[in-house]
């Protein structure tokens, strides 16, 4: 399950990436990206030398994702699926599925909030799914998400 969130903490900071122009530099902001934030996932798994593994195994992997992801997603992908995130966690009731598509590459997702939440601090939380096809290939991923104080929705790692 962890797995899973890391890749969606990693297709979303792709929207991160879009500062990056240029295939080589898309792929390289999504090699940078994943890794960073493949390590922070790994952190939260085990402790003493299990834990260092498994950050250097999540920097491993996520390096690889987001390099493979960020090569694949163009400028406008990003675009289409950053704002169909946001709104999706803004406004889409729990259960109901938002859809993207860039018309130009053939790309698309959906973002389906599966559980809405109020934390002990009264921050708004919600778990949702994610798929992306590029290339007619669809990835699966699973994360939570919280309202942060400007409105936005943040990914945050279980």
């Given at each position: 399950?962890k797995?899973?969130?890391v890749?969606v903490?990693v297709?979303?900071a792709?929207?991160?990436g879009?500062c990056?122009?240029?295939?080589g530099?898309?792929?390289?902001?999504g090699?940078?990206?994943?890794?960073?934030l493949?390590?922070?996932?790994?952190?939260q798994?085990?402790s003493g030398t299990?834990?260092?593994?498994?950050?250097g195994?999540?920097v491993?992997?996520g390096?690889?994702l987001?390099?493979?992801?960020?090569?694949?997603?163009d400028?406008?992908d990003q675009?289409?699926?950053?704002?169909?995130y946001?709104n999706?966690l803004e406004?889409?009731?729990?259960?109901q599925?938002?859809?993207?598509?860039n018309?130009d590459s053939g790309?698309q997702?959906s973002?389906?909030?599966t559980?809405t939440?109020q934390t002990?601090?009264g921050?708004?939380?919600r778990?949702f799914?994610?798929?992306?096809?590029v290339?007619?290939q669809t990835?699966?991923?699973?994360?939570?998400a919280?309202?942060?104080?400007d409105?936005?929705?943040?990914?945050v790692?279980?």
């Amino acid at each position: 399950m962890k797995i899973f969130k890391v890749l969606v903490v990693v297709a979303s900071a792709l929207s991160l990436g879009a500062c990056f122009e240029g295939q080589g530099n898309k792929q390289i902001g999504g090699t940078l990206i994943g890794a960073g934030l493949g390590g922070l996932a790994g952190s939260q798994i085990g402790s003493g030398t299990g834990q260092l593994a498994a950050v250097g195994a999540g920097v491993l992997l996520g390096g690889l994702l987001g390099s493979e992801v960020g090569k694949s997603l163009d400028r406008a992908d990003q675009a289409y699926a950053a704002q169909t995130y946001q709104n999706t966690l803004e406004a889409t009731p729990t259960g109901q599925t938002a859809t993207w598509v860039n018309p130009d590459s053939g790309n698309q997702g959906s973002y389906t909030p599966t559980k809405t939440y109020q934390t002990d601090a009264g921050q708004y939380c919600r778990e949702f799914q994610q798929t992306v096809t590029v290339g007619g290939q669809t990835e699966e991923a699973y994360g939570t998400a919280c309202r942060q104080e400007d409105g936005s929705w943040k990914i945050v790692s279980n």
